[in-house]
């Protein structure tokens, strides 16, 4: 069957798009990184990070999908791609669209993908020494709880009542100010489980970290969407004992893996650290390619 491109029709390919993300995770194992829980954080991000909130249609209306025959194979947003395991030659067109379409995208590409490499380097795309860190934890394996200070405890963050120090906790990872909508749309999503949504506060009740993730019920997995640790608490133990909690509750939901994607060790040593203390094993690096 022939592959046709087409834009994405809003709210009514939305499941349809979800119901993708889930099955080929499945079936393309570790190498699918942009899994429904990633699209579903970042959509809900998007529609709230405006004064006014977007419908969902505004926020897909720049995506391409990308059937065969009638099956979804590939998607196309601004800033990432998705591609079925046996349909990754409609790669090249992408990379064709995404010039026509959008204006200095930077493609994210594992080490060693060289056909992925081979058509980036025809279209004039440089490899840069930037790149990202996968990690993925076993849960069949024990989970290293490590302990908190006295006095701290781990409580799930829609208990709390004063939720700015939540807003800046997640600023100091995304480098955003999160509100109070944003939430409220996280909270709509299908991988959202309260469970997993957790901060440690001080014998005050102040909060001192906060570690988040999602879970995708199908493919029984957790991606650890947040974790951070105000600096004058660092260094305590509290991000070790607080990503065991979270590791500890998606196991009791039903997860038997999970995933994390961290920037470089070189220029974030802390949570690369963090995670290969814990027992998560290296998948591969995602370096960007970009224009020269």
Same mark, same amino acid.
């Given at each position: 069957?022939?592959?046709?491109?087409?834009r994405?029709?809003?709210?009514?390919?939305?499941?349809?798009?979800r119901?993708?993300?889930?099955?080929?995770?499945?079936?393309?194992?570790?190498?699918?990184?942009?899994?429904?829980?990633?699209?579903?954080?970042?959509?809900?991000?998007?529609?709230?990070?405006?004064?006014e909130?977007?419908?969902?249609?505004?926020?897909?209306?720049n995506?391409?999908l990308?059937?065969n025959?009638?099956?979804?194979?590939?998607?196309?947003?601004e800033?990432?791609?998705? %591609?079925?395991?046996?349909?990754?030659i409609?790669?090249?067109?992408m990379?064709e669209?995404?010039?026509s379409c959008?204006?200095?995208m930077?493609?994210?590409?594992?080490?060693?993908d060289?056909?992925?490499e081979?058509?980036?380097?025809?279209?004039g795309?440089?490899?840069?020494?930037?790149?990202? %860190?996968?990690?993925d934890?076993?849960?069949s394996?024990?989970?290293?709880?490590?302990r908190?200070?006295?006095?701290?405890?781990?409580?799930?963050?829609?208990?709390l009542?004063?939720q700015e120090e939540?807003?800046?906790a997640y600023k100091?990872?995304y480098?955003?100010?999160?509100?109070?909508?944003?939430f409220?749309?996280?909270?709509?999503?299908?991988?959202?489980r309260?469970?997993?949504?957790?901060?440690?506060?001080?014998? %005050?009740?102040? %909060?001192?970290?906060?570690?988040?993730?999602?879970y995708?019920?199908?493919?029984?997995?957790?991606?650890i969407?947040?974790?951070?640790?105000?600096?004058?608490?660092r260094?305590?133990?509290?991000?070790?004992?607080l990503?065991?909690e979270l590791l500890?509750?998606?196991?009791?939901?039903?997860?038997?893996?999970?995933?994390?994607y961290?920037?470089m060790?070189?220029?974030?040593?802390?949570?690369?650290r963090?995670?290969?203390?814990?027992?998560?094993e290296?998948?591969?690096?995602?370096?960007v390619w970009?224009?020269?």
């Open positions: 069957m022939a592959v046709i491109h087409r994405c029709a809003g709210v009514q390919d939305y499941n349809l798009i119901n993708f993300l889930e099955k080929e995770y499945q079936n393309y194992g570790t190498r699918f990184d942009h899994n429904l829980t990633l699209f579903e954080f970042q959509t809900a991000l998007s529609r709230g990070l405006g004064e909130v977007q419908e969902l249609n505004d926020v897909l209306e995506v391409h990308w059937f025959g009638e099956r979804l194979v590939g998607m196309l947003e800033g990432a791609f998705y %591609v079925a395991g046996d349909n990754r409609i790669f090249e067109e990379v669209v995404e010039g959008f204006s200095g930077e493609w994210e590409v594992y080490e060693g060289t056909d992925f081979e058509v980036l380097i025809n279209k795309f440089l490899k840069s020494e930037e790149y990202w %860190v996968r990690r934890f076993d849960l394996q024990p989970v290293d709880k490590g908190l200070p006295e006095g701290y405890e781990v409580r799930s963050v829609p208990d009542k004063e939540i807003f800046q100091l990872c480098g955003l100010l999160f509100n109070q909508t944003i409220d749309l996280f909270h709509e999503t299908s991988t959202y309260k469970e997993l949504d957790l901060v440690v506060t001080d014998h %005050v009740g102040k %909060v001192v970290a906060l570690c988040s993730g999602r995708d019920e199908r493919n029984e997995l957790l991606t969407e947040a974790v951070s640790c105000f600096p004058e608490y260094g305590r133990g509290v991000s070790k004992a990503l065991g500890l509750a998606a196991k009791g939901l039903g997860a038997t893996q999970a995933t994390v961290t920037g060790p070189e220029k974030f040593p802390a949570p690369n963090l995670y290969e203390s814990a027992g998560f290296l998948v591969g690096k995602r370096y970009k224009k020269e």
